[in-house]
């Protein structure tokens, strides 16, 4: 079993000392404090020898602290060096467990699998309240459709865009006329979910693809069909009544 040294001395052994000064590399020194005009410091050596000799074995290999000595711009002065004192250094290393590379592919999996160019798909029926093109870095046709219910007006609005990769050609001069005229329309679209992380396609997600034209006077029609209503006179048949007439000769 290898004995383990803590402590070299030169004046105890200066044959040994003077060896090990001869193999040690200089790993790191520190200014410690400033007596004067001179700054004392400690450095930090690892003696590893190229060669087995009779005084330096295995007991002696390692990192070694020496004693404070006057610090200078040149080369370390090895005559101030008179004690080594072994030192303990943990070494930092970074473990990658073999299982960290799996869940991030796994997460990478989720997430790319969660995207879809065609989430939902669906159609609102409204007039247009707003309808340009806009955008700080990216331009693209947004528009806004008052959404109507069985021909009544409701309070939810459906924010839209047009899709800068896939353009239908002249639906956006289809959907500017109907907000300018204030015509009834029915609006085509489908969402995506991840497919438009920078906004680069549109504002929003749901990217209209037809227009279909359904009143061109909506407000026109429901004053009218009111004023119908209004008029008609509502009643039930309860009986029939047979009326016989009796002639006499």
Request: net charge negative; proline share 2%.
């Amino acid at each position: 079993m290898t004995k383990t040294i803590n402590i070299v001395r030169k004046k105890e052994n200066p044959e040994l000392f003077k060896e090990m000064l001869g193999l040690c590399e200089q790993e790191h020194s520190s200014k410690r404090h400033r007596r004067g005009s001179n700054f004392f410091v400690k450095s930090l050596v690892r003696v590893e020898p190229l060669e087995r000799s009779e005084n330096i074995g295995e007991e002696y290999i390692g990192i070694w602290e020496t004693n404070e000595y006057i610090a200078s711009d040149e080369d370390t002065d090895w005559d101030e060096i008179t004690t080594f004192t072994r030192v303990e250094l943990k070494e930092e290393t970074v473990v990658v467990k073999k299982w960290v590379p799996v869940i991030m592919l796994l997460l990478m999996v989720m997430l790319f699998s969660g995207c879809s160019e065609n989430y939902s798909n669906g159609e609102r029926i409204g007039m247009i309240q707003k309808f340009s093109k806009s955008g700080v870095i990216y331009k693209s046709w947004e528009g806004d459709l008052h959404v109507t219910q069985t021909g009544m007006s409701s309070n939810t609005d459906f924010s839209f865009s047009l899709d800068n990769d896939n353009e239908p050609e002249g639906l956006a001069a289809k959907i500017d006329s109907a907000a300018q005229h204030g015509w009834l329309v029915k609006l085509t679209y489908h969402e995506t979910v991840g497919k438009n992380w920078f906004s680069n396609r549109g504002s929003t997600d749901h990217f209209v693809t037809k227009m279909q034209l359904l009143n061109k006077n909506p407000m026109q029609t429901a004053f009218s069909g009111n004023k119908q209503d209004s008029m008609r006179v509502k009643g039930k048949t309860i009986d029939t009544i047979y009326v016989v007439i009796l002639r006499n000769k």
